[in-house]
């Protein structure tokens, strides 16, 4: 059966972030094995180790049980002399595992002849595509109460994800902080204005209330916990510019840092509004 437009856009999305994580990787390699106690070596190695780390949650559903995440979680081991696993593998033996575990997941993808797998699970490279298509595949954001918003988060996570890898860091953090916006927003009307007036919440509409306020509020309620205190100050201004601005600004004041660690404070947020992940 041929595959669905909209999902070998998505197929093509990942394997393009798994390449331009794999090509970082040898670079990260190749740095660490010329000077391993560079401090710039080792920060660059842990940041590619995060998002190494974010990929393998998303493509294996956010399931610790899935093959992938299992694979990921190795590589950072090591084995004793009567076999038991110790953790302290030497950085360098970590990054070629883990670049062995982005090739599984490229060649898992990339012998897919279906839509499976590409919006959240994927197959073993040993079992077939049909093999997999039984179980359909997990959401990221099913935990979304209003139904007509989950497609629309959805294809903006992956519109983040592709501005990022095409470096266009402005774009990737604002798709970011929207999809935040957007998740925490259906989470606040969901436990309704009534309730909220107990953890301070203020007067009038929550979707007038400012991005701010919206986001305290959640974490006073519970809702969320303390992850968005990482969120890089240009993110929390991220609605206070017009669209004219926006142009001008674009990538001169949003760095990589900046979009990557909004994307994570994303990742931990989702985490809290759906224990279950």
């Not at 305290?216 to 206070?240: F, H, K, Q, W």
Request: hydrophobic fraction near 40%; aromatic fraction near 6%; charge should be neutral.
């Amino acid at each position: 059966m041929p595959m669905d437009e909209n999902l070998r856009a998505q197929l093509e999305t990942y394997l393009s972030h798994l390449d331009g994580l794999i090509r970082r990787g040898r670079q990260v390699l190749d740095t660490l094995a010329s000077d391993p106690s560079n401090p710039a070596a080792m920060a660059a190695t842990r940041t590619w180790q995060e998002d190494c780390g974010l990929t393998i949650n998303q493509l294996s559903g956010g399931s610790k049980a899935h093959w992938l995440a299992r694979a990921f979680s190795q590589a950072f081991l090591m084995r004793s002399a009567n076999g038991n696993a110790v953790a302290g593998a030497p950085p360098t033996e970590i990054v070629k595992r883990l670049l062995g575990v982005l090739d599984q997941a490229v060649a898992s993808l990339s012998g897919m002849d279906n839509g499976a797998g590409v919006s959240g699970y994927t197959p073993s490279p040993t079992s077939s595509s049909s093999g997999s298509s039984g179980a359909p595949p997990p959401h990221r954001f099913e935990f979304v109460h209003d139904l007509e918003l989950r497609p629309v988060v959805e294809q903006a996570y992956i519109d983040s994800r592709r501005a990022l890898e095409q470096g266009d860091f402005d774009l990737a953090l604002r798709t970011s902080c929207g999809i935040l916006e957007a998740i925490v927003t259906d989470a606040l009307e969901f436990k309704g204005p009534t309730a909220l007036a107990a953890f301070g919440a203020p007067a009038g509409k929550i979707a007038d209330w400012p991005f701010e306020t919206r986001l305290a509020v959640a974490e006073s309620a519970g809702l969320i916990r303390g992850g968005c205190a990482r969120l890089p100050a240009v993110a929390r201004a991220y609605r206070d510019h017009s669209d004219a601005e926006v142009k001008s600004r674009r990538n001169a004041t949003v760095s990589n840092r900046d979009a990557r660690q909004t994307g994570q404070v994303l990742q931990v947020v989702m985490r809290d509004l759906d224990p279950g992940r």
